[in-house]
């Protein structure tokens, strides 16, 4: 694809820079600022809690099935326009969705939220790569990358800000300053070059891939509801969704012009990225979700000290973002790889040690650590990724690693929420059995039975704590190995060429 790069100057960089950063905030925030909002917008809209839950699925369904449809369009349109119109568009359904005034209207407008947000991730990102020469590659993917890292942590805490003090509706309407300054950012520094002929649209291809996308994303979404392979809607999607992933791959592998180039994971640099990429969705998302919601429901902080607490995790992420973008290119890229990926299973197995008691330096520690381990990983993957692949390539590339961190992203969510549950009452059964064996005798002696007052009310109550406060536990340790199974794949990678 024939670059749309930015003005040659340093200024026109910066402009840039800023513009791709904000486009990415855009799609980041918005994947985690509404969550705090639904139960007020359920009041609003009249919806019952399965209903307003589809506000959540509208907008990660539909953004699933148009992030690879993004590499298409920025080959056969040009970046610069499918950029600024995905701002463009993303701003205006943001407007929509504040104005809505019905449950219908807004999972349509946040449908439309994630049709054109689909491609304001991998576009900034190849926009960025395209602007700065190869050797600068790693400083353009921090910059790109506070974006990424930052987005998902200060969603829950802005939106929750916002609620409270402003109504759910400003959620939506704080998008519209940002879109503003994004979209005249992309219009001021990017130069549109002559759009490359990509290959022919592949529409089987597309369809089959979306409806297995979308069908898996369903079912990942609504599978704690719907108490996962017990529903029949569950078993449904799981097997029409694997039914659709197994005819497209059939499909690419037999057509000359597929809807995505079988060609492009023989790059071995590019494979391996895609698993590592699906990895990191996995176990680095996940804390930002389960993390605030351990500190307000167990150690009964408030959403706005927690996310105080969880602000530690943004600055430091920061602070690595800027620490490997100087670092890139100049050590092994594995070994800068290897630390991030160690600090990263290491904050992840200090949070497996949280307790109902653990004091507020100890949560802020290891939040730093994860803050400032994952950039550490994430810029030398992302560079390594495009190293060894055709400047054609990018668009396509970086729609289907923006693809594959997301799923890894809801799979990692959706599975860590349905161990939190199901350890939570394996817990709790296993708690109340031993204080109902060794306790009786107690409790005859006192002249009680279980249950009899308030007190036995508020001690089942701290059983509770506990079996929940084991299940956190639980689900971090298996968080922490997750990231350790980054570690084998980093061998498959070659050095970036220079």
Do not use: K
């Not at 509706?169 to 002929?197: D, K, S, T």
């Not at 680095?284 to 530690?312: D, E, K, N, R």
């Not at 890229?333 to 330096?361: E, N, V, Y």
């Amino acid at each position: 694809m024939p670059p749309a790069a930015a003005a040659a100057t340093g200024s026109g960089r910066i402009v840039l820079s800023a513009a791709a950063v904000l486009a990415t905030l855009l799609y980041t925030i918005d994947s985690t600022i509404a969550n705090v909002a639904l139960p007020h917008m359920q009041g609003s809209l009249q919806a019952t809690q399965d209903q307003i839950a589809w506000v959540l699925t509208s907008y990660i369904v539909v953004s699933a099935v148009a992030t690879p449809l993004a590499g298409w369009l920025g080959m056969r349109l040009g970046l610069r326009r499918v950029l600024a119109t995905s701002v463009a568009g993303f701003t205006g359904a943001s407007m929509l969705c504040g104005l809505a005034g019905s449950l219908g209207q807004i999972v349509v407008f946040r449908g439309l939220q994630g049709a054109f947000g689909a491609a304001l991730v991998p576009l900034s990102q190849v926009a960025l790569l395209e602007a700065f020469p190869r050797e600068a590659h790693g400083r353009a993917t921090a910059i790109w990358g506070m974006g990424v890292m930052v987005g998902p942590i200060i969603g829950p805490t802005l939106g929750g800000w916002l609620t409270d003090n402003l109504g759910w509706r400003w959620a939506f309407y704080v998008n519209l300053p940002v879109g503003i300054l994004a979209y005249l950012g992309i219009l001021a520094a990017m130069e549109e070059r002559p759009a490359a002929r990509p290959r022919p649209f592949d529409l089987q291809g597309f369809v089959l891939l979306s409806l297995a996308i979308g069908l898996f994303q369903l079912g990942l979404d609504r599978g704690e509801t719907l108490d996962w392979f017990e529903s029949p809607e569950i078993m449904a999607e799981a097997l029409l969704a694997a039914t659709a992933l197994y005819m497209f791959i059939v499909h690419s592998l037999t057509r000359d012009h597929g809807f995505v180039d079988p060609a492009l994971f023989l790059d071995r640099n590019f494979s391996a990225s895609v698993v590592i990429m699906f990895a990191v969705g996995v176990a680095v998302i996940s804390p930002a979700v389960l993390l605030p919601t351990f500190l307000q429901t167990l150690q009964g902080y408030s959403p706005t000290q927690a996310g105080g607490l969880m602000a530690a995790r943004g600055l430091a992420a920061i602070g690595g973002m800027l620490a490997a973008g100087r670092l890139t290119g100049r050590i092994p890229a594995r070994g800068l790889m290897t630390t991030g990926i160690l600090l990263t299973a290491t904050a992840l197995w200090l949070m497996a040690h949280f307790s109902l008691d653990t004091p507020w330096q100890r949560v802020v520690g290891a939040n730093m650590v994860l803050g400032f381990g994952v950039p550490l990983a994430f810029v030398p993957l992302t560079v390594a990724a495009f190293a060894t692949l055709p400047d054609a390539q990018r668009a396509e590339a970086g729609a289907l690693l923006t693809l594959a961190r997301n799923i890894g992203s809801s799979m990692g969510i959706s599975l860590s929420v349905a161990l939190l549950a199901h350890s939570t009452r394996a817990n709790q059964s296993q708690l109340v059995e031993h204080f109902t064996a060794y306790s009786h005798d107690r409790w005859q002696l006192l002249g009680r039975h279980p249950g009899a007052d308030a007190g036995t009310a508020a001690f089942v109550a701290e059983i509770t704590r506990q079996a929940g406060a084991i299940a956190y536990d639980n689900a971090f340790y298996l968080l922490a190995l997750v990231a350790a199974a980054m570690l084998p794949f980093l061998w498959l990678l070659r050095a970036p060429r220079r």
